[in-house]
T-cell receptor, first 116, second 114 residues
Framework: NAGVTQTPKFQVLKTGQSMTLQCAQDMNHEYMSWYRQDPGMGLRLIHYSVGAGITDQGEVPNGYNVSRSTTEDFPLRLLSAAPSQTSVYFC???????????????FGEGSWLTVV | GENVEQHPSTLSVQEGDSAVIKCTYSDSASNYFPWYKQELGKRPQLIIDIRSNVGEKKDQRIAVTLNKTAKHFSLHITETQPEDSAVYFCAARGLTGGGNKLTFGTGTQLKVEL
């Protein structure tokens, strides 16, 4: 049971390049999400998914695309990288739960992205 | 949407003292409030959480209190130790938009000094 796995861990991009951050979880969680973390700003939600085939925007979605073709995978695509997208990216997942309360969210190890 | 404010941004305490971090939230429908600890270069890890139908929860040296009327919740760490030094984030789960969306506070850098 590996939990939430992200790749790559470190990446340097040139402005205008595109790339995909991979995220996979082996806990059969319905809910997956992507956050970015910037100094002094906490974690901000980029996109999320409540199940395969369903995605929605979070707080800061511009410049990013996601898809959810399987329960296990939730890749994040940077369409045309900009220096403002230099950040640490965390993928996260959780079970939906049987009641109306939230459930523990598990984070991946993070991906450090620098756009030059 | 939900807005979470966290204070203080930095906190320095002596080993053995208590530390308190406070958060307020805006969405009265929010019903789940986790706290995460993040060490330098590592992922956030859940340390304690509380549901809106509970006013207080304890786990050894850590406790969380929730005041739904005032829309604020607090993390209490007693008998602090050097290994408690880290960044702590509060979060709130709102009910709009579906899913398990968390809105995070901006974090508190806790330093426990010997």
């Amino acid at each position: 049971n590996a939990g939430v796995t992200q790749t790559p861990k470190f990446q340097v991009l040139k402005t205008g390049q595109s790339m995909t951050l991979q995220c996979a979880q082996d806990m059969n969680h319905e809910y997956m999400s992507w956050y970015r973390q910037d100094p002094g700003m906490g974690l901000r939600l980029i996109h999320y998914s409540v199940g395969a085939g369903i995605t929605d925007q979070g707080e800061v979605p511009n410049g990013y695309n996601v898809s959810r073709s399987t329960t296990e995978d939730f890749p994040l695509r940077l369409l045309s990288a900009a220096p403002s997208q230099t950040s640490v990216y965390f993928c996260a997942s959780s079970a939906t739960g049987t009641d109306n309360f939230g459930n523990t969210i598990y984070f991946g190890e993070g991906s450090w992205l620098t756009v030059v | 949407g939900e807005n979470v404010e966290q204070h203080p941004s930095t906190l320095s305490v002596q080993e053995g003292d208590s530390a308190v971090i406070k958060c307020t939230y805006s969405d009265s429908a929010s019903n789940y409030f986790p706290w995460y600890k993040q060490e330098l270069g590592k992922r956030p890890q859940l340390i304690i959480d509380i549901r809106s139908n509970v006013g207080e929860k304890k786990d050894q040296r850590i406790a969380v209190t929730l005041n739904k009327t005032a829309k604020h919740f607090s993390l209490h760490i007693t008998e602090t130790q050097p290994e408690d030094s880290a960044v702590y984030f509060c979060a709130a789960r709102g009910l709009t938009g579906g899913g398990n969306k968390l809105t995070f506070g901006t974090g508190t850098q806790l330093k426990v000094e010997l």
